[in-house]
Nanobody
Framework: QVQPVESGGGLVQAGGSLRLSCAASGRTISSYAMGWFRQAPGKEREFVAA????????SYADSVKGRFTISRDNAKNTVYLQMESLKPEDTAVYFCAGGITTMVVKTTPNYWGQGTQVTVSS
């Protein structure tokens, strides 16, 4: 199995940028599709982005399309989420997730990280 560990969260002003990283221990992430979810206070966890095992196919929630970019470096066993033009409504705990296929990652991931807090001030 793979154990994701997120980093890179923090406080940023609206319009700013952050890059989240997800380093995976255990099995190599090249065996898994990977993704990012987020959960804001009082709200359900929601899908943000996913990337296929090779990195060739990506998928995004409409709310982040054009602002966020998911990528992966299988040689470094790491997945990234580059976030641009951040808005206060992007404030949430961001979770890295892994699954056997992209569809599994988007719906019912097999593996979850502990999360990293992102706060966007207005």
């Amino acid at each position: 199995q793979v154990q994701p560990v997120e980093s890179g969260g923090g406080l940023v002003q609206a319009g700013g940028s952050l890059r989240l990283s997800c380093a995976a221990s255990g099995r190599t992430i090249s065996s898994y599709a990977m993704g990012w979810f987020r959960q804001a206070p009082g709200k359900e966890r929601e899908f943000v982005a996913a990337v296929s095992k090779s990195g060739g196919i990506t998928s995004y929630a409409d709310s982040v399309k054009g602002r966020f970019t998911i990528s992966r470096d299988n040689a470094k066993n790491t997945v990234y989420l580059q976030m641009e033009s951040l808005k206060p409504e992007d404030t949430a705990v961001y979770f890295c997730a892994g699954g056997i296929t992209t569809m599994v990652v988007k719906t019912t991931p097999n593996y979850w990280g502990q999360g990293t807090q992102v706060t966007v001030s207005s």
